[in-house]
């Protein structure tokens, strides 16, 4: 993610997705409500962040496909966040970014929402949800299952 005009004042956003030809199918299914990963035909494993060839045994795109996730996973870690300067993070502090461990294997950063930091346990399940970030730019997040 980079910086977007369009924050408060016309001023650069940090919390905007560069779709570009490669990912804007991860980011039109997150407008649907649906998390997609990439998985390789050569060595079964799932990964995340989307990429064009797979980062475990470099098996290139013609073998690596878009695929649906369950939308289930567990939390890794987590850290509440008071603090953020990046435009607009500061008007949502407190937040909790986390780490979270997807059914099909990968671990994601992403945020815990709907749920107060102190019931936060490594290990808890969680389900995607989708956040509108923008007008028709929605990210994943995830919530106690």
Do not use: I, K
Not at 3 to 9: I, M, T, V, W
Not at 13 to 23: A, Q, Y
Not at 31 to 44: H, N, P, Q, V, Y
């Amino acid at each position: 993610m980079t910086a977007h005009a369009g924050g408060a004042g016309g001023g650069p956003r940090h919390d905007l997705p560069e779709p570009d030809d490669f990912t804007r199918p991860y980011w039109d299914a997150a407008a649907e409500g649906r998390l997609l990963l990439r998985r390789c035909s050569d060595c079964g494993r799932a990964h995340h962040y989307p990429r064009e060839f797979c980062p475990f045994c470099w098996a290139g795109e013609d073998r690596v496909a878009w695929e649906a996730a369950d939308g289930s996973a567990t939390l890794y870690t987590w850290s509440v966040v008071h603090r953020n300067d990046l435009p607009p993070f500061g008007r949502q502090v407190p937040y909790t970014a986390a780490v979270v461990d997807l059914a099909e294997g990968p671990r994601m950063m992403t945020r815990v929402v709907d749920c107060a930091p102190a019931a936060l346990r490594v290990g808890m399940p969680l389900s995607v949800a989708f956040r509108e970030t923008a007008p028709g730019v929605w990210v994943p997040v995830f919530r106690p299952r």
